[in-house]
């Protein structure tokens, strides 16, 4: 089993940034792909950025050029640095890992991000 837990949310004016950290433990070796996901009110979860084992990278057109996904496979961990934050980016994110064939392995507990205008 893979457990994840994620720190960095808040609250932040509109064009601010923050920094979403999330760090694996348990069955690391089986996650491939470790990403960030976002739910607002009323609206369904949508992929923000993901990024794999090699490094490859992902993003959702909405961020593009605005938040950088990076990792740490010596420290099992996978950040988010966001930037020029708008108030359409509050809701709430998760960290997620997905295995080899891209099997979803594990959710965070989710960290809510609020912008305000």
């Known amino acids: 089993q893979v457990q994840l837990v994620e720190s960095g949310g808040g609250s932040v004016q509109a064009g601010g940034s923050l920094r979403l950290s999330c760090a694996a433990s348990?069955?690391?070796?089986?996650?491939?792909?470790m990403g960030w996901y976002r739910q607002a009110p009323g609206k369904e979860r949508e992929l923000v950025a993901d990024?794999?084992?090699?490094?490859?990278?992902r993003y959702a057109d909405s961020v593009k050029g605005r938040f950088f996904i990076s990792r740490d496979n010596a420290e099992n961990s996978v950040y988010l640095q966001m930037n020029s934050l708008k108030p359409e980016d509050t809701a709430v994110y998760y960290c997620?890992?997905?295995?080899?064939?891209?099997?979803?392995?594990?959710w965070g507990q989710g960290t809510l991000v609020t912008v305000s205008s």
């Open positions: 348990g069955s690391i070796y089986g996650i491939n792909v």
């Open positions: 997620t890992a997905n295995g080899w064939v891209n099997n979803v392995l594990a």
């Open positions: 990024i794999t084992r090699s490094g490859s990278t």
